[in-house]
């Protein structure tokens, strides 16, 4: 059977999208036969709150699509082993990034705190620059964070949150549990 995936970004809400991104289109004709599947969604595994080191994976120049604002929406690897599943697959986590008068000292605070090994991330806060150019170059990819992951509800569901970026390393870089919020 031929597989196909949908992009990472296509509406997804947390949780590790390749638990559910491929699926199976019969031979040849590519159909796709959604009469036995469930429409309520499927449950993703929820890292639990916690601050942990974390590595950008992918970052995509878009529209948001409730306010039409320009925004990265990026994808970041928790890189600590013991978060890893039984296939040792790391968990993943969504952050959005805006480009307008509310969301740019969050943008600000973002190049600031995470760590590129020639540090592109700085120099991006030195003068202007393009957010697409940055994001389809690639510039930031594989920049070293750590990320205060919390829980919150969406849609009845517990999903990730990523509250907040940090410099990646130094004491206290792993740390879970329910008070690591208190530790800040």
């Not at 036969?33 to 993703?44: F, H, I, K, Q, V």
């Not at 600000?108 to 170059?137: H, M, S, T, Y």
Request: charged share 30%.
């Amino acid at each position: 059977m031929a597989k196909a995936q949908r992009s990472e970004f296509e509406g997804f809400e947390g949780g590790d999208p390749d638990e559910s991104a491929e699926i199976e289109l019969e031979e040849g004709e590519g159909l796709v036969d959604l009469s036995s599947t469930d429409d309520s969604g499927a449950d993703y595994p929820v890292t639990p709150r916690g601050i942990y080191e974390a590595e950008l994976l992918e970052m995509e120049y878009g529209r948001s699509q409730r306010s039409n604002n320009r925004m990265w929406t990026t994808v970041w690897e928790l890189t600590e082993e013991k978060l890893q599943d039984a296939k040792g697959r790391a968990p993943r986590q969504w952050l959005h990034l805006t480009f307008n008068e509310g969301g740019m000292p969050r943008v600000k605070r973002f190049l600031a705190r995470i760590k590129c090994d020639d540090d592109a991330n700085l120099a991006l806060l030195n003068g202007k620059f393009d957010p697409q150019k940055v994001a389809d170059e690639g510039i930031l990819i594989g920049a070293r964070a750590k990320l205060k992951v919390g829980i919150r509800r969406y849609e009845g569901k517990n999903r990730n949150n990523v509250m907040e970026v940090l410099p990646p390393g130094g004491e206290g870089a792993s740390t879970s549990g329910g008070n690591a919020f208190g530790q800040l």
